[in-house]
């Protein structure tokens, strides 16, 4: 979408949100990717399916908004009132409570907030980079099942097999070779002959 045809959304927006004629801003589906929309009064706008990555929302009043389904990856949200009663999706309310409990703070309330909505903050797309999973990793990681144990011991024993027939196998050659011999090998018709000289 073009600056000058976002412009001319905005501006019959406004209109709209005034009661002056105008219209409600319909974005959905629109490719916002990068846009300048600090102040904006998006209150009430259809946003659905917006592709808002990168966007910078600073400031904007998002009221009403609808936004679910939209990219809201490595954008700018406000935190001031404007975002207040935003419409959003599951994927998005996952993806800011997973911001929310990267945090580092000490107080004892955010610690207890943090516990109440942590498992809901790591099934954001995001939790992964924001480090929310480690703890699981980790967890799974120290944790050997039987089958586990099974598998490790296994691999070891094979392991320790290709180690001696590799060991046994240069044995072998060196054995097979002497300074007086010297062999030849010559495929006929997909066969191998051997041929002492």
């Given amino acids: 979408m073009s600056t000058d045809e976002l412009k001319t959304i905005l501006e019959q927006h ?3 949100l005034e009661d002056n004629g105008g219209e409600r801003a319909n974005l959905r589906g629109a490719d916002l990717q990068g846009a300048n929309l600090q102040g904006a009064n998006l209150q009430g706008a259809d946003l659905r399916w917006a592709n808002l990555r990168g966007a910078d929302l ?3 009043n ?3 908004a609808d936004l679910r389904w939209a990219n809201l990856d490595y954008s700018c949200l406000p935190l001031w009132c ?3 009663g935003m419409i959003v999706d599951r994927r998005i309310a996952a993806q800011i409570a997973a911001h929310f409990c990267a945090l580092v703070c000490d ?3 955010y610690q207890a907030a943090r516990t109440a909505i942590l498992e809901f903050a790591r099934t954001s797309h995001r939790a992964m980079d924001l480090g929310l999973l480690e703890e699981i990793v980790k ?3 120290d944790v050997a099942t039987p089958i586990d144990v099974a598998l490790r011991k296994r691999i070891a024993e094979l392991e320790g097999k290709i180690d001696q027939l590799t060991a046994h196998s ?3 050659r060196q054995d097979d070779k002497s300074s ?3 062999q030849t090998q010559t495929i006929v018709y997909g066969k191998e002959c051997e041929e002492n000289g």
Wanted: proline share 0%; glycine share 8%.
């Fill in 107 to 109: 107080d004892a309330d």
């Fill in 58 to 60: 600073r400031w904007a």
């Fill in 14 to 16: 406004k209109l709209w």
């Fill in 170 to 172: 240069d044995i072998e």
């Fill in 180 to 182: 007086n011999d010297t």
């Fill in 82 to 84: 404007g975002s207040k």
């Fill in 62 to 64: 998002l009221r009403g």
């Fill in 139 to 141: 967890e799974c990681n």
